[in-house]
């Protein structure tokens, strides 16, 4: 629900460039107040909450879905309907004139005979007894003959239009208002004993001080409370004194100040687009809408399309958006990584806005994760650094950084800023006789051992020192000073905090500093693998969204990206070619993720790669051969030549073949030019294993 009390109503835009206000006070006249709301009008929480919804695979936006059938019906032409019917017309007119005519004798007329008095003819009973009988032998005909020219088929095909289809299933019942299962009520609550705090409940629905982010979070915190019955005074106590507000978010933020996108809080759900009702997609999904939720987000998703495809508007942002809605909702928590002035919202829709390279920035970045292992903060940091340099082993570069975190940690209670590491890793003599007078007088022995170690690898060969430090240097500019501070005198972010409701943005100095931003993106990518995997409570969805993934995907990361749907997490990440993954990873990429992404406009290479991941399927194919007919009798031939000078071809006969082959779902070439603007072909997985085939999609036009 938007501010002003609709549901998925597009964003508020500025006043057209031109338009002059009116002045301050009533118009002159006011139109009438209309009598009831327009037709299109956005439902009431109540309504909402009634609507039915139910989904036969994923992907389905189930708010006030149909269902329908498997497979298409067989369909016969309009036209041979029509002959056919207009055959059965006339076949059963002729009949009717061979039995009034006595062409056929007078059997027909025995029935009306045996049960017509005598005492009857030729009075007036007898003339209405025989035309009753006379129009029940018309019915008779018209019902058969009706029944063998598809009367019924044609008079619907021509009432109803073709979008009118069978249905698979029934549609679920609305509930009764008042009953026992309307949701308005909140049933579950009343069930456990809880009745005045469902009655409370229903009267904020009611009297509309009620949005859907409520709903889902009061739900949501009944949930907590139904694991832990503990829990169910101060639920109460909360929903009595705060009402709509009872159980609300840290930020005190009920709703996002704007939305760009429908969604569906109750089903987790918001609406990308809908299916194409054409035959490249199955038949039971034609027409359909379509919507991301956790289910298949928990397998994570790749978007490939060049620049102006509509990534960040038809994609990204809806789904950031329904994720902050649900961290609105205590469902999720979801950091969004995009470069400075992407159209991911407003900075009011977030807890956390890190604007790395800005002044301004309120807060700032932990670079290694809130962890206080030197080991795992060398490998995330390895990673980062130099996980995209071809040749050198992450593995000597996360000892070769472990040597000198380690030692720092254990002599100062905290780990190198930036400006240091980078004099450790360039050797400055200063730098390392500090850092051993310090351990020496703190008695760390194993860690001396540590620094002596790293120093005798130095003049190495394939030392991975001289790599790091040239990569650490691109995060010592004057551009970021002050930032990733490890002195405690900054409010770092870091993603350890996947645990709690957050919405974070992440703004990356894309165009001064590619190379650095490409470094913390490769950084946050892992560290988000590590902490997902690494939370001791995983109830909360915990989702990363990458605006542009481009040069940010390493071996190891991709490799990440396969435990997250047991985590409970999942990634969003776009890109404008597979160009921009090195070419050994695109492959394993393609296959660790469970949702693919091709929007209008990619290369044929980069359709090619989708080709396989997507397979091949098989399909029924008619193939026909026109042959000439020679005829061998005069009078055959001489028609035959009457019909070609008429029609200018040669008498043939078709020979039909059909036969069942296997073809790809979408070959290269479709997906780089089929694919019409607007348009994008998505196939979708289950964290459960159910699988939607790819499917061509009209993306949802959003602010």
Known sequence: MDTDGTYGTDEKRPPRAGHVPRPAGPPPSLPPKPAHAPADSAPSLADWLRTPRSSDGPGVWTYGHV???????????TRQLISGALIALLAGLLLWSLLWNGYLGGFWLWPLYMFTPDSWAGKLPSVVASYIWYGLVIAILAVGFGRLGRWPELARRMLRSRAVQAVQAAVPARPEEGGPDDPVGWPQVRGAGLGETADRLGAEVGAG???????????RAWESVRAEPA?????????????????????GARDLPVRAARHDLLARQVLLGTVDDSERNPYGRRGTRLALDPAVLGTSLLAVGPSGAGKTRQLVRPVVESLALQALAGQAAVIAVASAGAQLGPDTAYDVVVRVGDPDSVYDLDLYGGTTDADEAATLLAEAFVGDVPGLEVRRAATALAQLLGPFRAAYGRFPAVPELRELLDRVPEALGGLRTDLEAAGQQMMLRELDARERQYAAQ????PALADRVALLDRPAFAGFFDTTGQG????????????????DLPERGHADASRILARLLLAQFNASAAARADRSLFAFL????????LTPQTVRGLQRLRSANAGVLLTLRTLDDVPEALRTPLLGAVGCRMAFSGVTTWDGKRFAEAWGTEWVETRDVTHRTVFADQPLTRAIHAFRKLVTGKAVTTDAVTVRQVERERWSASELAHAVPPGYAVLSLTSVRGERAAPLLVRLAATG
């Not at 001080?209 to 739900?219: C, E, G, K, P, W």
């Not at 169910?232 to 930020?251: E, W």
């Not at 394939?462 to 020192?465: L, R, S, V, Y």
């Not at 969204?545 to 940010?552: C, E």
């Open 209 to 219: 001080r009620m949005n859907d982010v409520d709903y889902a979070r009061i739900r």
């Open 545 to 552: 969204a990458f605006d542009d993934a481009s040069h940010t």
């Open 67 to 77: 269902p329908r059938a498997a497979e298409e019906p067989e369909r016969t032409p």
């Open 231 to 251: 829990r169910a005074t101060a639920f109460a106590d909360a929903v009595r004194d705060k009402g709509a507000g009872a159980c609300v978010h840290p930020s």
């Open 491 to 506: 409010r770092p972010f870091s993603l350890r905090a996947l645990e709690h409701p957050l919405r974070v943005r992440i």
């Open 462 to 465: 394939g030392d991975p020192g």
